[in-house]
């Protein structure tokens, strides 16, 4: 029998280095996926703790996505899929920040900058 989960049990799985989701009631480990995964990384951040399904069955994976998905089932889904919404699910942060991040933090950078050369 497999193991069972709930949605609470999966949304606190949502950090870099811990990432579940749910896609079609299976629960999947996918942490050490996350840096082969084809479609990049951030997609995989954005749905880590929650109800993939939707998105998954939506950008047409191949069998062989399918295929691989089996490698990282860890159980079964009991209950209503977590989402957003659900309760103790709030996103995470490793202390590794994303390029995003870094790319923002420049540019606010580099406006202030500008905005200290204009005015002086």
């Not at 069998?63 to 889904?77: E, M, P, Q, S, V």
């Amino acid at each position: 029998m497999s193991k069972l989960y709930t949605a609470d049990d999966v949304c606190i799985h949502n950090k870099r280095s811990d990432i579940w989701v749910v896609i079609h009631n299976k629960v999947y480990d996918i942490t050490k996926f996350l840096e082969e995964h084809p479609g990049g990384e951030d997609v995989l951040l954005e749905n880590a703790g929650l109800d993939a399904t939707m998105n998954f069955d939506d950008i047409g994976h191949s069998d062989d996505a399918r295929t691989l998905l089996k490698n990282f089932y860890i159980g079964d889904l009991s209950g209503a899929p977590p989402t957003k919404s659900t309760e103790s699910h709030t996103l995470k942060q490793d202390n590794n920040p994303s390029m995003a991040q870094g790319v923002a933090v420049f540019a606010v950078a580099l406006v202030g900058f500008a905005a200290y050369m204009y005015f002086n």
